[in-house]
């Protein structure tokens, strides 16, 4: 139960004894697009957040962005080169883990491995000299909370990966912590038991009243548990918001690309603005813009300008005519039950079009091959402007 | 010959046989030229000495009996011998635990406040000793010269086993545990009683038992820093009893030759006396080694 906020958190790590002699003056060295300057690789930068008392955030971004280095600073374990970061409005930077009242799922699990599940999750507690009683209290209670009641006396080799990953989330919520932090504690879990313990997650955040701090680089997880989910890349926060928020309005390319699938088409396009009217052009097809999206870009005073155009899978219209409509030639159709994926090909570009499989009018619409050509276009209320630079033009 | 081998190919399954055949042999063999020795010094030190150096004791003992072995157990110089080694032995195991697991452990953190200097602190001594007179000035201004402290503290620590150690700790420890322990609420100390150790049987095990044969076989500090005959340990003793037999002239009736014949039988017996217990000791710790302690608490 805690407010956290993350004042301009920066994390360099040092460059290591050897790697130091063979970096050329001026001559900046690339370790997977992250920044480095003279005093060592820039992991995380410029990160700021407030979260608010018991809100759920979720962190999310490929390998390498820097999602686990951020929460390993919140818990303690790894020291802020930058920034300030409260938590209940106290700094915590030169806090002891210990002293910070976080508790942390591992992917790992990172279960003591010579105590029961009793006393992995009692550990804690019994730190923190709680009476004997409430220990057993609290204890079982969690363990009711997360059903692994019946393997209490079981040295965790003796468990499943499902069952251990209920153990460490047991032995994180047995204290009530202010912040509980997860760094992908699914993503040892085959598919069918993520699935499930995600669903258990969302169970377990109505039960217990705790901040959630959650990282993962699969966007289901983000979408589905967070209030709020944080994409990151290279170190730097690409846009915070709802997940709804997000997947509708992407700040600018990597967020359009990386939440959704499949994946965001683009297109080279064309923003125009004719009478005060702004509308987009993209291979033959002119398409205006919706009111909301008019008042945005004038509000700004957007020129017109050469754009990437960004319209999701199923957000494609398949046009009975051609006329105003973009030519795609299918190269693969994938029947999906309710709808049809067209994997196609517009001017050398990929395209994927999602469509139901009966139009409204109970026509059918699977009868395109490989080879046929779709004519598409789509709403004026859905596509995606993004600038030279890959920002959306509307924020 | 050719047959054989024909129908042996026609099998397919020659080259796998083959390769056991050979493996069976050659292991057989190594293991005869461990086992064969220890062999020897027993029905050595039961046969007949004259029998051994005329080399008719190949197999089996020939005339069989216990002369060394009751020469040697009769006299009460072996058992005090016998006493001090125990007390040596278990006082550098203990000693020498509480020195190297924490101080492996230490080493073995990345974060140590100057680590490179412990690092070179304990390295060169590893490969230049100050030599002998300086280590007995050394000793001689302890006060410890003549007394058990000479045999004990020297052999506390073992730059050697310190590094087996450390590494054990950056190998076998996952660094996920000790993070989870601190934020579970453990202090440093806390972390390494209540996580470390119990996860360190394996290596306490072993160093235990490195430390237990060392000091147990060792007779040289003892030999220069002891003078006092009650202090010595087995081996010491053994070793005077040995030179004293092949030595002296017996006052008791046997001649030079008997002296001689016994001297070589006691060789034997000693050889036995001393590594007995040892032998006895390795089935217990022997299951440590292999004992993989971390199974199950992390998802590899
Ligand atoms: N101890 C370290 N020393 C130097 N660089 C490090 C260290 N730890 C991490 N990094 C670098 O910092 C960057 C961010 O690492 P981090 O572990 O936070 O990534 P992540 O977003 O959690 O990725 P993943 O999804 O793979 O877990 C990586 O590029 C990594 O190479
Ligand atoms: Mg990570």
Same mark, same amino acid.
């Given at each position: 139960?805690?407010?956290?906020?993350?004042?301009?958190?920066?994390?360099?790590?040092?460059?290591?004894?050897?790697?130091?002699?063979?970096?050329?003056?001026?001559?900046?060295?690339?370790?997977?697009?992250?920044?480095?300057?003279?005093?060592?690789?820039?992991?995380?930068?410029?990160?700021?957040?407030?979260?608010?008392?018991?809100?759920?955030?979720?962190?999310?971004?490929?390998?390498?962005?820097?999602?686990?280095?951020?929460?390993?600073?919140?818990?303690?374990?790894?020291?802020?080169?930058?920034?300030?970061?409260?938590?209940?409005?106290?700094?915590?930077?030169?806090?002891?883990?210990?002293?910070?009242?976080?508790?942390?799922?591992?992917?790992?699990?990172?279960?003591?491995?010579?105590?029961?599940?009793?006393?992995?999750?009692?550990?804690?507690?019994?730190?923190?000299?709680?009476?004997?009683?409430?220990?057993?209290?609290?204890?079982?209670?969690?363990?009711?909370?997360?059903?692994?009641?019946?393997?209490?006396?079981?040295?965790?080799?003796?468990?499943?990966?499902?069952?251990?990953?209920?153990?460490?989330?047991?032995?994180?919520?047995?204290?009530?912590?202010?912040?509980?932090?997860?760094?992908?504690?699914?993503?040892?879990?085959?598919?069918?038991?993520?699935?499930?313990?995600?669903?258990?997650?969302?169970?377990?955040?109505?039960?217990?009243?705790?901040?959630?701090?959650?990282?993962?680089?699969?966007?289901?997880?983000?979408?589905?548990?967070?209030?709020?989910?944080?994409?990151?890349?290279?170190?730097?926060?690409?846009?915070?918001?709802?997940?709804?928020?997000?997947?509708?309005?992407?700040?600018?390319?990597?967020?359009?690309?990386?939440?959704?699938?499949?994946?965001?088409?683009?297109?080279?396009?064309?923003?125009?603005?004719?009478?005060?009217?702004?509308?987009?052009?993209?291979?033959?097809?002119?398409?205006?813009?919706?009111?909301?999206?008019?008042?945005?870009?004038?509000?700004?005073?957007?020129?017109?300008?050469?754009?990437?155009?960004?319209?999701?899978?199923?957000?494609?219209?398949?046009?009975?005519?051609?006329?105003?409509?973009?030519?795609?030639?299918?190269?693969?159709?994938?029947?999906?039950?309710?709808?049809?994926?067209?994997?196609?090909?517009?001017?050398?570009?990929?395209?994927?079009?999602?469509?139901?499989?009966?139009?409204?009018?109970?026509?059918?619409?699977?009868?395109?091959?490989?080879?046929?050509?779709?004519?598409?276009?789509?709403?004026?209320?859905?596509?995606?402007?993004?600038?030279?630079?890959?920002?959306?033009?509307?924020? | 010959?050719?047959?054989?081998?024909?129908?042996?190919?026609?099998?397919?399954?020659?080259?796998?046989?083959?390769?056991?055949?050979?493996?069976?042999?050659?292991?057989?063999?190594?293991? =005869?030229? +461990?086992?064969?020795? %220890?062999?020897?010094?027993?029905? @050595?030190?039961?046969?007949?000495?004259?029998?051994? &150096?005329? *080399?008719?004791?190949?197999?089996?003992?020939?005339?069989?009996?216990?002369?060394?072995?009751?020469?040697?157990?009769?006299?009460?110089?072996?058992?005090?011998?016998?006493?001090?080694?125990?007390?040596?032995?278990? =006082?550098? +195991?203990?000693?020498? %635990?509480?020195?190297?697991?924490? @101080?492996?452990?230490?080493?073995?953190?990345?974060? &140590?406040? *100057?680590?490179?200097?412990?690092?070179?602190?304990?390295?060169?001594?590893?490969?230049?000793?100050?030599?002998?007179?300086?280590?007995?000035?050394?000793?001689?201004?302890?006060?410890?010269?003549?007394?058990?402290?000479?045999?004990?503290?020297?052999?506390?620590?073992?730059?050697?086993?310190?590094?087996?150690?450390?590494?054990?700790?950056?190998?076998?420890?996952?660094?996920?545990?000790?993070?989870?322990?601190?934020?579970?609420?453990?202090?440093?100390?806390?972390?390494?009683?209540?996580?470390?150790?119990?996860?360190?049987?394996?290596?306490?095990?072993?160093?235990?038992?490195?430390?237990?044969?060392?000091?147990?076989?060792?007779?040289?500090?003892?030999?220069?820093?002891?003078?006092?005959?009650?202090?010595?340990?087995?081996?010491?003793?053994?070793?005077?009893?040995?030179?004293?037999?092949?030595?002296?002239?017996?006052?008791?009736?046997?001649?030079?030759?008997?002296?001689?014949?016994?001297?070589?039988?006691?060789?034997?017996?000693?050889?036995?006396?001393?590594?007995?217990?040892?032998?006895?000791?390795?089935?217990?710790?022997?299951?440590?080694?292999?004992?993989?302690?971390?199974?199950?608490?992390?998802?590899?």
């Amino acid at each position: 139960m805690a407010a956290l906020s993350l004042k301009n958190i920066q994390k360099i790590y040092p460059h290591s004894g050897q790697s130091k002699p063979r970096k050329k003056k001026g001559e900046p060295e690339k370790k997977s697009n992250l920044q480095v300057t003279a005093q060592g690789v820039i992991a995380v930068q410029a990160f700021n957040l407030d979260i608010a008392d018991k809100e759920f955030i979720v962190l999310v971004g490929p390998s390498g962005c820097g999602k686990s280095t951020t929460l390993r600073m919140v818990a303690g374990l790894e020291e802020i080169s930058g920034g300030e970061l409260y938590i209940d409005g106290k700094l915590m930077n030169d806090v002891e883990p210990k002293n910070r009242d976080i508790a942390m799922v591992f992917q790992s699990y990172a279960l003591y491995p010579h105590m029961t599940v009793y006393e992995n999750m009692a550990f804690p507690l019994k730190l923190r000299k709680a009476p004997k009683d409430e220990i057993d209290r609290r204890v079982k209670e969690a363990a009711a909370i997360l059903d692994i009641t019946q393997y209490l006396d079981r040295k965790p080799k003796a468990l499943s990966g499902g069952q251990r990953q209920r153990v460490a989330i047991g032995r994180a919520i047995v204290r009530e912590p202010k912040v509980l932090l997860m760094d992908e504690p699914l993503s040892n879990l085959d598919a069918k038991l993520r699935n499930q313990m995600r669903a258990e997650i969302i169970k377990l955040r109505q039960k217990i009243n705790t901040t959630f701090m959650y990282v993962t680089h699969d966007q289901t997880e983000a979408m589905t548990l967070g209030d709020r989910i944080v994409i990151m890349k290279d170190g730097w926060i690409q846009q915070i918001g709802t997940p709804q928020e997000v997947f509708d309005h992407p700040a600018n390319l990597f967020v359009a690309g990386f939440i959704g699938m499949p994946q965001m088409n683009f297109f080279d396009a064309r923003l125009l603005c004719e009478g005060g009217k702004y509308s987009v052009s993209a291979g033959g097809c002119t398409v205006e813009l919706s009111p909301e999206k008019q008042a945005n870009l004038a509000a700004k005073k957007v020129p017109a300008q050469d754009i990437t155009l960004g319209v999701r899978p199923s957000h494609m219209v398949l046009s009975g005519q051609h006329g105003n409509t973009l030519t795609a030639v299918v190269e693969v159709s994938e029947l999906m039950g309710s709808e049809v994926h067209f994997h196609a090909n517009a001017g050398g570009k990929d395209v994927v079009v999602i469509v139901p499989t009966m139009n409204a009018d109970g026509g059918r619409v699977d009868s395109f091959r490989s080879g046929d050509k779709l004519n598409l276009t789509f709403s004026g209320s859905v596509c995606h402007i993004f600038g030279q630079d890959g920002k959306n033009l509307e924020f | 010959m050719q047959r054989v081998s024909k129908a042996a190919g026609r099998k397919a399954i020659s080259g796998d046989l083959v390769f056991r055949i050979v493996n069976g042999l050659l292991l057989g063999l190594v293991a =005869l030229i +461990v086992l064969y020795p %220890l062999y020897f010094v027993i029905i @050595a030190s039961i046969s007949s000495p004259e029998a051994v &150096l005329a *080399g008719k004791v190949v197999l089996f003992p020939v005339g069989v009996n216990f002369d060394g072995f009751r020469k040697i157990l009769e006299r009460s110089d072996i058992w005090r011998g016998y006493l001090n080694t125990i007390i040596y032995t278990v =006082l550098t +195991v203990i000693l020498s %635990l509480l020195v190297t697991v924490p @101080a492996g452990w230490a080493l073995s953190r990345k974060t &140590l406040p *100057g680590k490179k200097f412990w690092m070179m602190f304990f390295i060169i001594p590893m490969f230049f000793g100050g030599g002998l007179i300086p280590f007995y000035n050394v000793m001689s201004s302890l006060k410890l010269v003549n007394t058990m402290w000479a045999v004990i503290l020297p052999s506390i620590l073992s730059v050697w086993n310190l590094f087996m150690t450390k590494t054990f700790f950056e190998t076998s420890i996952p660094d996920g545990l000790i993070e989870a322990a601190k934020i579970d609420g453990a202090g440093q100390f806390r972390v390494f009683t209540s996580v470390v150790l119990p996860l360190s049987k394996a290596i306490m095990a072993v160093m235990a038992l490195y430390y237990a044969v060392g000091q147990w076989n060792s007779y040289f500090n003892a030999m220069i820093f002891l003078q006092d005959e009650s202090l010595y340990p087995l081996q010491l003793v053994l070793k005077e009893i040995l030179i004293a037999s092949e030595s002296t002239v017996g006052g008791s009736g046997e001649t030079i030759l008997e002296q001689f014949r016994l001297a070589n039988q006691l060789k034997y017996v000693s050889v036995i006396v001393s590594s007995l217990p040892v032998l006895c000791l390795y089935p217990f710790v022997q299951k440590y080694f292999a004992q993989g302690v971390m199974i199950g608490s992390l998802k590899e």
